[in-house]
């Protein structure tokens, strides 16, 4: 296996994407702790699928733009499983789709506390601890491409996440790997939530591969970034769209 004794946080780890990851890397042998803000139910599910296959795992509540809970994330993780090696800065998300002339200074700082500022907080955290592994960040194809409408914040958050993901690569290098992910139409809540069901068949219909992504496509990505596949990357911003964009 990939990740035996190694020790993995992922962030946002209770649906979706994050989800996906956390039991990805579990099965390839990493001690998980998953982060969760509202899906305690997938939390605790994949706590208890993970340690009916042997693995460790724990799930932990937590408000990662708090740094109170993020330090408390990072010490529980330490005291339970005696270090980390790999990091997975998943949580975040769109809140609402506003457009500029309409969007409140609340709603812009809470987007970019949420996708920017937590990742800044468990990154700093975490390398307290940290003196070698991997961190994967979760940007967007809204980062290059603006994304759709009402989604300028959002954008804006996650493009500010790629230039922190190079930024980092080059100071915490050679040491501790940082790459991040630009997903497209990934078949998850956030789409379900956000964007029309028209505008997903037309991705689909317009989409090379002729499908939306899924959460098994994203984590094998995660997981190849994390582990020493990809020893030689450091930097990057990957897209995973199914052809949709090229960068």
Not at 42 to 53: F, Y
Not at 59 to 65: E, F, V
Not at 81 to 96: H, K, R
Request: hydrophobic share 45%.
């Amino acid at each position: 296996m990939k990740l035996t004794g190694k020790t993995a946080i992922v962030t946002g780890g209770g649906r979706d994407i994050g989800l996906a990851a956390a039991l990805k890397l579990a099965a390839e042998g990493a001690h998980v702790a998953i982060n969760y803000f509202s899906s305690s139910d997938g939390a605790d599910a994949a706590v208890e699928q993970i340690t009916a296959a042997g693995g460790r795992a724990f799930a932990m509540k937590g408000d990662l733009t708090r740094a109170e809970d993020v330090d408390a994330l990072v010490s529980r993780t330490v005291d339970e499983f005696g270090g980390i090696d790999v990091l997975v800065n998943n949580a975040g998300g769109l809140i609402a789709r506003k457009k500029v002339a309409e969007m409140p200074l609340e709603h812009w700082t809470a987007v970019m506390d949420l996708n920017l500022t937590s990742t800044f907080l468990m990154i700093k955290a975490t390398l307290a601890h940290m003196t070698s592994g991997a961190i994967v960040n979760l940007a967007s194809q809204a980062g290059r491409d603006g994304g759709g409408p009402g989604a300028v914040a959002y954008a804006t958050s996650k493009g500010a996440v790629m230039t922190m993901t190079r930024a980092l690569s080059k100071e915490l290098g050679p040491d501790i790997r940082v790459n991040a992910l630009c997903p497209g139409m990934i078949d998850t809540d956030f789409h379900n939530i956000h964007t029309p069901d028209a505008g997903r068949r037309g991705y689909e219909a317009a989409a090379p591969l002729k499908r939306q992504g899924n959460t098994d496509d994203t984590a094998n990505l995660i997981l190849f970034l994390a582990c020493d596949d990809s020893a030689f990357l450091t930097g990057t911003n990957i897209d995973i769209n199914g052809g949709m964009l090229f960068s």
